[in-house]
C-alpha cells in the first residue's frame, strides 16, 4: 500500500479455453477474482493475456486480429454500490471492457464501494479470429483502497448507471449500413427505422436516486465516432451556455469520442474512448431521464453487431455523510455540483490510454496472389463452408477441381451451408450453454471490395463490396442468426462477387453472377 492508502491489486479471470474460430458469448460463474476486504475501487484497467505454458497467467498480450475481448462485463450482487439500468437475476453490471480496452478512473475523493461479501460474475465473448485454439486470461489492474484505511474516510461512494442503446439485450447490437444516414454518419437510434420493433426505447434511463454524476466514458466499435450522454427534463429551459441535446427538453452532458491511433481512419479497434474531466459535476434530479445514442461513420464501410454502451458513475444525494458499508455517519464531504440546464457542463474529454502495441498489425498489404476475376466458372448453386474453407469459390483453395468461381444466372442464388457450426440446441448461450454451441463455429458471408486479397489485420478486410449482402453469422445460437444456410441475394447485377468471414477475416471467397 503507499503512502495515500491506495493498494494496486492485479486479477486475473480464467484460464478460459478459446477454441478454433471461437465466437461464444459465455459466461464465469463462479468465484471471479475481487478484493477480499470492504474497501473503495477507484481505477480499472482491463486486458486480455495469454496463459503461460504451465497454464498460469500471465503471457503476452495477443494481437488483436489473431485473439481479441470482444466483451467483458463484469456483474456483482453487491449492495453498498448498487447499480442500475440492466439488473439481471440480483446482479447488476459495474464495469465493461471490449477491444478498446478504455480504463475506469473516478476523480479523486470518489471510491465504488465493493463489500468482502460481494460475488462477481464475468459474462464474455472472447473471439479467436484463427484455427489455432488457446487458453486466456481476463486481466484487470485496480487501484483499491481497504475500508480500514485512513484514506477511505473521506471518500464518497458511486453507484454505476448502465446506459446502453440496446439495454436488456443478452446481445446488444445494431447493424449500420454503408451510406446511410446523413453526411456520411448514421445515429442510433435516432435514425433506425423502428428500432424497437414498436416498445419502449431501451437507450433512456429514468432516474430514481438524485445526485451527481462524477465520470462516464463510452465503448463502441470500429467505424464508431462518438457515444452521446443527454439529460431529458421535462418542461426544462436550458442556459444559452448549454449544449443542446437531440430531443425536446434536453441538454448534452458528454460526448465520448473515440479517437484513432490508425492512421487509415475509423475503420479499426486501434483507438481510445475519452472519458470526462475530474470536474465534471452535473445534477440530476428524480424523473430526469439519461438518454445515449451512438454515431457511427458510413463513407468507408458497412459496421455489423456494433455496440453503443456508457457507464455513467452516480453519487446519490441521501448518501453523503454515510459509511457505505455500515450506514454509520462521517465525515464525507458534500458534493459540489451544477444543474446542467442552467450552467454548461465541461465537455472536455480525455483519452484513457495511448496506442497498444496489440493494435500494430493494421493489414492490407499485398498477399493472396489469386485474380479472383480470372478463376474459371463452374455451375453450381450451392457452396459448402467446412474447416474454414469456402467449397468451391475459396480464394487460397489450390489448382484443382474447387478452384472456380461459382456461378448462376442473374436473378437466381447461390445457397451457402455452414458445416462447421452444429444444429443441436445451444442450450443458454451466456448462462448455460450447450457443448455443441461452445465447439461451433459461426461464419458470414459478407461482401468486400473486389479483389479482396489484401493481408488480414486490425483494418482490413472491410465489409465494403459491390452488392453489400451480409449473410449474418451462420449457426444455432446467439450471436448466430438461428440459420445454418443463407442465399445470396436475387437482384445483384452480372458480374464478379468477393467476400470474406467478418469473424474469420482470412477466408475469401468469390462468386459469378452472369447474364
Not at 498480450?61 to 463484469?74: A, S, T
Not at 466458372?377 to 489450390?398: K, N, R
Request: include cysteine.
Amino acid at each position: 500500500m503507499g503512502a495515500s492508502g491506495v493498494e494496486h491489486l492485479h486479477f486475473a479471470a480464467g484460464p478460459y479455453t478459446v477454441t478454433p474460430g471461437a465466437n461464444a458469448i459465455l459466461t464465469d460463474l463462479n468465484e471471479v477474482p475481487k478484493p477480499l476486504v470492504n474497501g473503495f475501487m477507484t481505477r480499472v484497467s482491463p486486458n486480455l493475456h495469454y496463459a503461460l505454458p504451465n497454464g498460469k497467467c500471465c503471457g503476452a498480450i495477443p494481437r488483436v486480429d489473431v485473439i481479441h475481448l470482444h466483451h467483458g462485463v463484469w456483474l456483482t450482487d453487491g449492495p453498498a454500490g448498487a447499480g442500475e439500468g440492466n439488473a439481471q437475476s440480483g446482479f447488476y453490471p459495474f464495469m465493461a471492457s471490449g477491444e478498446e480496452k478504455t480504463a475506469y478512473q473516478l476523480p479523486p475523493g470518489f471510491g465504488y464501494p465493493v463489500a468482502a461479501t460481494d460475488h462477481w460474475i464475468l459474462n464474455y465473448m472472447i473471439h479467436n479470429l484463427r484455427v489455432k485454439p488457446a487458453k486466456v486470461y481476463i486481466t484487470y489492474d485496480m487501484d483499491f483502497i481497504p475500508d480500514t484505511s485512513p484514506a477511505a474516510r473521506g471518500l464518497t461512494p458511486v453507484h454505476p448507471i448502465w446506459m446502453d442503446v440496446e439495454d436488456h439485450q443478452l446481445y446488444p447490437v445494431f447493424n449500420v449500413y454503408r451510406h446511410s444516414g446523413k453526411n456520411g454518419k448514421f445515429t442510433f437510434p435516432d435514425m433506425a427505422k423502428n428500432p424497437y420493433q414498436g416498445g419502449p426505447p431501451l437507450n433512456t434511463f429514468t432516474v430514481d436516486h438524485p445526485g451527481t454524476l462524477v465520470a462516464t466514458a463510452g465503448h463502441l466499435h470500429p467505424g464508431g465516432l462518438y457515444d452521446d450522454l443527454d439529460l431529458i427534463r421535462p418542461g426544462a429551459h436550458r442556459a444559452a451556455k448549454t449544449v443542446r441535446g437531440t430531443q425536446p427538453s434536453s441538454v448534452r452532458l458528454f460526448r465520448s469520442n473515440a479517437d484513432y491511433f490508425d492512421k487509415r481512419g475509423p475503420i479499426s479497434w486501434d483507438m481510445a474512448m475519452t472519458a470526462t474531466a475530474k470536474d465534471w459535476r452535473p445534477h440530476v434530479d428524480a424523473n430526469d431521464v439519461l438518454r445515449i445514442s451512438s454515431t457511427y461513420e458510413t463513407k468507408r464501410a458497412s459496421w455489423y453487431e456494433s455496440m453503443g454502451i456508457m457507464v455513467v458513475w452516480e453519487a446519490w444525494d441521501d448518501q453523503t455523510g454515510l459509511d457505505p458499508f455500515t450506514g454509520a455517519r462521517d465525515a464525507r464531504a458534500h458534493v459540489a455540483s451544477v444543474d446542467p440546464f442552467a450552467h454548461a457542463v465541461n465537455q472536455v474529454g480525455h483519452v484513457t490510454h495511448g496506442h497498444l502495441a496489440e493494435n500494430n498489425h493494421h493489414g492490407g498489404t499485398p498477399w493472396l496472389t489469386i485474380d479472383p476475376n480470372t478463376l474459371r466458372s463452374c455451375d453450381t448453386h450451392s457452396v459448402q463452408i467446412a474447416g474454414f474453407v469456402y467449397s468451391p469459390g475459396d480464394l487460397e483453395t489450390p489448382a484443382g477441381k474447387q478452384r472456380c468461381a461459382p456461378t448462376v444466372k442473374q436473378g437466381q442464388s447461390i445457397t451457402f451451408h455452414n458445416d462447421d457450426a452444429s444444429p443441436l440446441s445451444p442450450g443458454i448461450p451466456g448462462i448455460a450453454p450447450s457443448p455443441a454451441y461452445v465447439q461451433s463455429i459461426f461464419h458470414t458471408i459478407t461482401s468486400c471490395q473486389d479483389p479482396c486479397g489484401l493481408d488480414t489485420g486490425i483494418s482490413y478486410p472491410l465489409a465494403n463490396g459491390a452488392g453489400g449482402f451480409d449473410s449474418t453469422q451462420l449457426g444455432v445460437g446467439t450471436p448466430a442468426s438461428g440459420q445454418l444456410s443463407w442465399s445470396t441475394p436475387k437482384n445483384l447485377r452480372p458480374g464478379v462477387y468477393t467476400f470474406f468471414c467478418r469473424i474469420h477475416p482470412f477466408m475469401r471467397g468469390v462468386f459469378r453472377i452472369i447474364h
